[in-house]
């Protein structure tokens, strides 16, 4: 516009809320693979946040640990005299490979919690190597659980989101969706395909006021 320029402007800066300390507030939290390194730091951080969460992996006991190590956090425990906040964050068992399984823990979460706000989708494996060394059966599994698996978990949130008008799913991708490494490539292959189908899903998804995103970390370890 002719004699405005960008000091004319008021921009927001930060979270529209103006407090993103309470934006996970009272929010339903589904996260797959949370009985490992990421996973396991996303469903305490957004514990730590309010939100009550659902720690879902294939590895009940790995889960189980994770409620627990949540659940004795100080930060958690001071200003819970009622001891409310054990009903906050809960482990089931769900392998994102089995079209039941999934079905089912998202129901159980449906009658407990009577909605899901936001669906991390994090549970893979790291199947690795050179290919002509990479079985058939390894690409099957490797694709199961890595792509049909966020696309079976968002299969059944969808419509929940869809039904609320909000929603979010994370997709974790990562930094091997985007670059080649030395004997990668079925894991790779998996991370790419999560790029895509979080364009399509995103794009699909937009209009009933649902975000869909990736992340794509460089290589983590649990400390
Ligand atoms: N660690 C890294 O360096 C790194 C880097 C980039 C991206 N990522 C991505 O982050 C995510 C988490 O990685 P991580 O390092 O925490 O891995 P991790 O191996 O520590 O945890 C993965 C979890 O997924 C669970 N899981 C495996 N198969 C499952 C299934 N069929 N159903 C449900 N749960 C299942 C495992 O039991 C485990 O608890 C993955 O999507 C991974 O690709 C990791």
Not at 66 to 82: E, H, P, S
Request: proline fraction near 3%; aromatic fraction near 6%.
């Amino acid at each position: 516009m002719e004699g405005s320029t960008v000091q004319d402007k008021k921009f927001e800066v930060g979270p529209p809320s103006g407090n993103w300390q309470s934006l996970l507030l009272n929010k339903i939290v589904f996260v797959t693979g949370a009985g490992g390194a990421i996973g396991s730091s996303i469903a305490h951080t957004c514990a730590l946040h309010g939100a009550k969460v659902v720690v879902a992996d294939v590895n009940k006991q790995t889960a189980d640990e994770v409620v627990k190590t949540i659940l004795t956090d100080k930060a958690l425990v001071q200003g819970d005299a009622n001891n409310e906040n054990t009903e906050r964050v809960i482990s089931v068992e769900l392998d994102v490979a089995d079209d039941t399984s999934v079905k089912n823990s998202v129901n159980a979460i449906l009658t407990k919690w009577k909605t899901i706000d936001i669906l991390v989708n994090n549970a893979a494996i790291f199947t690795l190597g050179e290919i002509e060394n990479i079985s058939a059966e390894d690409w099957t599994k490797v694709f199961n659980i890595n792509v049909r698996g966020y696309a079976l978990m968002a299969k059944y949130v969808v419509p929940i989101m869809k039904k609320q008008k909000s929603g979010c799913i994370i997709n974790m991708a990562s930094h091997s969706s985007l670059i080649a490494q030395p004997a990668f490539v079925p894991y790779s292959t998996t991370k790419g395909a999560i790029l895509q189908m979080t364009r399509n899903l995103a794009l699909d998804l937009g209009p009933f006021n649902i975000r869909v995103l990736s992340i794509c970390p460089g290589t983590i370890c649990k400390i």
